[in-house]
Nanobody, 123 residues
Framework: VQLQASGGGLVQAGGPLRLSCTAS????????IGWFHQAPGKEREGVSS????????YYVDSVKGRFTISRDHSKNTVYLQMNSLKPEDTAVYYC?????????????????WGQGTLVTVSS
């Protein structure tokens, strides 16, 4: 049973990047999936989440209009499309699975966490 975030890398400011969150050994389809990021020296914080049906999404103000979360049930995968990236988006990005929506409130119990993927945005 494993959750894995992938797709990170080095990108120039203003560029796009798409992260993927995939599961092995269980289905993501019954879970709200949240994306979090943790910048160097800072606390981990929620970025976006999507309900189990995909019908509801949530974004923190700093990424609204730039990031889009989506899911493909047939592929057991959740995506985070990140556009117009800024240097301050540089962080390790994690995905996690919870039974609660939007699920980004501190203290929300998460059943699974991915290992993180590094996003570096150069200016």
């Amino acid at each position: 049973v494993q959750l894995q975030a992938s797709g990170g890398g080095l990108v120039q400011a203003g560029g796009p990047l798409r992260l993927s969150c995939t599961a092995s050994g269980f289905t993501l389809n019954v879970y709200t999936i949240g994306w979090f990021h943790q910048a160097p020296g800072k606390e981990r914080e929620g970025v976006s989440s999507i309900s189990s049906s995909g019908g509801s999404t949530y974004y923190v103000d700093s990424v609204k209009g730039r990031f889009t979360i989506s899911r493909d049930h047939s592929k057991n995968t959740v995506y985070l499309q990140m556009n117009s990236l800024k240097p301050e988006d540089t962080a390790v990005y994690y995905c996690a699975a919870t039974r609660y929506f939007p699920g980004l409130v501190p203290g929300t119990p998460y059943d699974y966490w991915g290992q993180g993927t590094l996003v570096t945005v150069s200016s």
